[in-house]
């Protein structure tokens, strides 16, 4: 089984960064492939994020390309998800999700496993 525990969420301006980890249990974190999803109220949960088993591939979401970096260490076990220039519609709890398999998908029933979320929240 894997577990999957995200931190780093919290309160930030918009223009400002936050940087979120996700880490995992178990040895078989370098054999998945990795994503960060979020959901906001009353929305949808979507994707934003994803990475494959080595980071050698990455996939974003249009709404957060060229502001959000997704990366892994896999000697640590640890998912990142860097965000910078945030916006208002940023805020949402994100997730981060592993499936079983190595390469990027983007579809949420992709990923088998699941953490219980960290909460983003951008202010003006």
């Known amino acids: 089984q894997v577990r999957l525990v995200e931190s780093g969420g919290g309160l930030a301006q918009a223009g400002g960064s936050l940087r979120l980890s996700c880490v995992s249990s178990?040895?078989?974190?370098?054999?998945?492939?990795m994503g960060w999803f979020r959901q906001a109220p009353g929305k949808e949960r979507e994707f934003v994020a994803a990475?494959?088993?080595?980071?050698?591939?990455?996939s974003y979401a249009d709404s957060v390309k060229g502001r959000f970096t997704i990366s892994r260490d896999n000697a640590k076990n640890t998912l990142y998800l860097q965000m910078n220039s945030l916006k208002l519609e940023d805020t949402a709890v994100y997730y981060c999700?592993?499936?079983?398999?190595?390469?990027?998908?983007?579809?949420?029933?992709?990923?088998?496993?699941w953490g219980q979320g960290t909460s983003v929240t951008v202010s003006s």
């Open positions: 999700a592993g499936r079983v398999g190595r390469t990027v998908m983007v579809g949420k029933t992709e990923y088998a496993y």
């Open positions: 178990g040895r078989t974190f370098s054999s998945y492939a």
């Open positions: 990475i494959s088993w080595n980071g050698a591939t990455t």
